[in-house]
DNA sequence: ATAATAATAGTCAATATTAGTCAAAGTTGG
DNA sequence: CCAACTTTGACTAATATTGACTATTATTAT
């Protein structure tokens, strides 16, 4: 519980900003220099803990007075971020990618930690455990956009 | 009785920690070590000893800062049905005998209606869609048997 | 206005740092 | 001796870190 990696300490910090407020602006080079690491970490950070997929979207500018913008975006009053997500699965999806998303819907209380829980171990890796991975990304796939799907009925 | 084995002493150990904390997170290379075995035999230990049905989720991350975290769970108190419907589920199953397993899930209240619709979702037919329905029944019974280990923790 | 320069952020691939898998070899109790 | 369990290590997979190079935008000089 201590001895976490830098990325993840950015991500908390990053996150703690937005439970305050809607979205933040951030300026890549100070909060680089602010945990000693490189630039391009912060890319790394986002690119992995900000995406679509754990309900956020990021907007930058570069050039003098640059910046990166992090927004939430919420899952429940935005029908159309689940066409995105749907749009984004396409037809493969890895295991770490799937649970983002489901992490994401557990957050914005469209599924319930029960729920959330069994979803995800109808698609865990070690569940479906295909010889073949490009396959098994196939049929993640499949299983998360009906369960996406699913979520758009009322009960 | 003793000597025991290295395993052993290792889960005595593990388990010891987890009588004061709900959960812990381990560095495998460093349990190795500690007790002078193989990094591997750390997962060994895991997959035999802290398994779900001895109420217990274990996860992982890999990678800088990688960790194992072993969680205590709550198990229901009767775990005698979810037993007999992995027996009678063995290796395969049919989309129709899954959907009967299921109802028979929500009448026990075992799950939601909500929770049978999510998962029989994951489960269809027409999601799963393999053209070798034998290798397709062989699938759902992997999903169906996880979604039953899952129903196993209280919570 | 245009060109040069400065000040940003983005990309990508190499490397490092973990954990997981699997099967062979070893051990032990019956 | 046999079967089940344990130990080991080579190979694989996932994730994180770093830095050189690129792209974009703003500011300054001509």
């Not at 937005?18 to 100070?30: F, N, P």
């Amino acid at each position: 519980m201590q001895n976490r990696n830098i990325s993840d300490i950015i991500e908390k910090y990053l996150k703690s900003i937005l439970a305050d407020s809607q979205q933040i602006e951030i300026k890549r080079s100070e909060i680089a220099e602010q945990f000693d690491v490189v630039p391009s970490q912060i890319n790394y950070v986002i690119k992995t803990r900000f995406t679509i997929q754990n309900g956020y979207v990021v907007e930058s500018k570069r050039g003098g007075g640059g910046y990166i913008r992090i927004a939430k975006v919420n899952l429940i009053d935005d029908t159309d971020v689940l066409d995105q997500l749907i749009d984004l699965i396409g037809e493969s999806i890895t295991s770490g990618k799937a649970l983002q998303i489901i992490q994401s819907l557990y957050e914005d209380k469209l599924l319930t930690q029960k729920e959330a829980n069994l979803v995800l171990a109808t698609m865990d890796r070690t569940t479906l455990n295909f010889a073949d991975k490009r396959l098994e990304n196939v049929v993640r796939a499949r299983i998360l956009v009906s369960v996406l799907n699913r979520l758009r009925c009322a009960d």
